[in-house]
C-alpha cells in the first residue's frame, strides 16, 4: 500500500500532457509531473517516489527526496512564521513543510535551524512537522549494550549536557564533562553506549574507552551551577516532566539530591530557582547524595 510521506514504487497507468499518472492503490491515481518524469518512462514502468500533499492540497508525487520523511527526526531551517498558523520549514521539495504552533515548544525566527520530527497528521492526512520530540521516541528498552556503537542526532542542550536521539528511536544523553566541547542542535554524531538509565535513556559517550564514570547527581548540580553563573531554573516545585527532561531523575531523587546540597550550605532556594553558595568543605562523595534514578 502506498503511503503519503514517504518513498513508494508505483506502476504508471497512463501518461498525459502533464505528466505520469501512478496507481497509488487506495489513494487513488496520483499525478507525477511532467519534470520529474525520468526519460523513456511510460505505462507499466515502475517509478520510486515520494507522495506528499501539494500547495493545492492536492496528493503528488515527485521523484525529488526530501530532507526527511514521516517516522523521522530531522534538522530543517524556518522560512517563514505565519501568525496564524505555524511555521514553515524547508524540507527541499516546492512546497514547504508546516510546524503548526501546536506542536513548537519555543518560538522559532526565519533562517534557524530546528530538530523536528515528521509525522502525518491522521485527520487531515497533510504532513506536518513537531519540536514535541519526545512524544514520538520510542518508550520501551533499547537493545544495546554498554559499549556499543550508535548514530545520533543531537537535540537540545540541557544544564547536564546534550539531549540527542539515537538510531532516530530512543532517548540519551552526552554530559558536558566527557565532551572536548559544545555542540549544536542538529549534529549526527557517532557515539557509544555507556549505560542504560532506568529510565530507559541511554548515557552516551563520543569515544569508546577512557570516559569518566557518571558523576552523582549532586555533582551533576554542582556542574550545572557552576557553568550557568550559579543560577538554575530548577528547584523542588518544579514539574516531574520538566526535571525529568532536563536532568534525566525522577522528581523524588532530584529533591533529595537538592535536600543534600541545602543541608551542606551548597545552595539556597530562591523560588523559583536554586542558586549556588561557596561551601568549600562540603565533600560530593558525602552519604545520601540522591544518585537515584
Do not use: C
Not at 536532568?247 to 542558586?275: C, D, M, T, W
Amino acid at each position: 500500500m502506498a503511503e503519503i510521506g514517504k518513498q513508494n514504487t508505483l506502476e504508471v497507468i497512463r501518461e498525459t500532457s502533464i505528466g505520469l499518472y501512478l496507481d497509488a492503490g487506495e489513494l487513488g491515481e496520483v499525478l507525477l509531473p511532467r519534470r520529474y518524469v525520468p526519460p523513456s518512462a511510460g505505462p507499466g514502468h515502475m517509478i520510486e517516489v515520494f507522495l506528499y500533499r501539494d500547495s493545492e492540497d492536492r496528493l503528488i508525487a515527485t521523484t525529488e527526496t526530501p530532507f526527511g520523511k514521516v517516522g523521522e527526526f530531522a534538522t530543517l531551517k524556518v522560512v517563514e512564521v505565519n501568525p496564524n498558523v505555524g511555521t514553515f520549514l524547508d524540507w527541499g521539495l516546492p512546497k514547504d513543510l508546516l510546524l503548526p504552533f501546536r506542536e513548537q515548544v519555543a518560538p522559532l525566527r526565519p533562517g534557524q535551524s530546528v530538530v523536528v520530527y515528521i509525522d502525518l497528521d491522521q485527520k487531515t492526512k497533510r504532513v506536518v512537522a513537531s519540536t514535541r520530540l519526545n512524544r514520538f521516541l520510542k518508550k520501551e528498552a533499547p537493545p544495546y549494550r554498554k559499549g556499543e556503537k550508535v548514530q545520533v542526532l543531537i537535540a537540545s542542550q540541557t544544564p547536564l549536557g546534550y539531549n540527542a536521539i539515537v538510531e532516530n528511536a530512543f532517548g540519551g544523553l552526552l554530559y558536558h564533562d566527557t565532551l572536548p566541547g559544545p555542540l549544536d542542535a542538529g549534529q549526527r554524531l557517532e557515539a557509544f553506549v555507556r549505560d542504560l538509565r532506568p529510565d530507559g535513556k541511554l548515557d552516551l559517550s563520543l569515544t569508546m574507552i577512557g570516559y569518566k564514570k557518571v558523576a552523582s547527581l549532586t555533582e551533576q548540580i554542582l556542574e550545572a551551577l557552576e557553568r550557568n553563573g550559579g543560577h538554575l531554573d530548577f528547584d523542588d516545585d518544579s514539574a516531574p516532566e520538566v526535571i525529568r527532561e532536563n536532568f534525566g531523575v525522577s522528581k523524588k531523587a532530584f529533591k533529595q539530591a537538592l535536600g543534600n546540597l541545602y543541608k551542606h550550605r551548597r545552595i539556597e532556594f530562591q523560588r523559583p530557582g536554586i542558586q549556588l553558595l561557596d561551601a568549600t568543605h562540603y565533600e560530593p562523595g558525602a552519604k545520601a547524595d540522591g544518585n537515584q534514578r
